[in-house]
Nanobody
C-alpha cells in the first residue's frame, strides 16, 4: 500500500521549534523528489520545501534560514526541522512524493 504518514505537529509558542517527520511505504522512496507543503485556513496550498533524489534542496522565501528539509533513504523518512516559528507558519503540513502521493497532514499551530 502506497502511503505517507506525517507526525510531529502540535502547538508551539512563537520563536519555538518543531520537527515534522514523514514515513513512506509501498513505493521506491529513493526514486522520488520529496516535498513539504502547507495549507493555512482560507489559503491555497503552498510549497514549503523540497529535496531532490540527489539531495538538492529548495525553500520558500518565507521559511529560508528557519526551516531545514532532509531525507533518509534507508529509513524512507522525510523530515522538516522548523525553528523560529511564527504565527503565520500556522497551517496543516503535508508530505508529498511525485504528483499523486500525499500524506494525511499534520497540524502546526504557532500561538502564545
Amino acid at each position: 500500500q502506497v502511503q505517507l504518514v506525517e507526525s510531529g505537529g502540535g502547538l508551539v509558542q512563537p520563536g519555538g521549534s518543531l520537527r515534522l517527520s514523514c514515513t513512506a511505504s509501498g513505493f521506491t522512496f529513493w526514486g522520488y523528489d520529496m516535498r513539504w507543503y502547507r495549507q493555512a485556513p482560507g489559503k491555497e496550498r503552498e510549497l514549503v520545501a523540497q529535496v531532490s533524489t540527489g539531495g538538492n534542496k529548495k525553500y520558500a522565501e518565507s521559511v529560508k534560514g528557519r526551516f531545514t528539509i532532509s531525507r533518509d533513504n534507508d529509513k524512507k523518512t522525510l523530515t522538516l526541522q522548523m525553528n523560529s516559528l511564527k504565527p503565520e507558519d500556522t497551517a496543516v503540513y503535508y508530505c508529498n512524493a511525485g504528483v499523486t502521493i500525499w500524506g494525511q497532514g499534520t497540524q502546526v499551530t504557532v500561538s502564545s
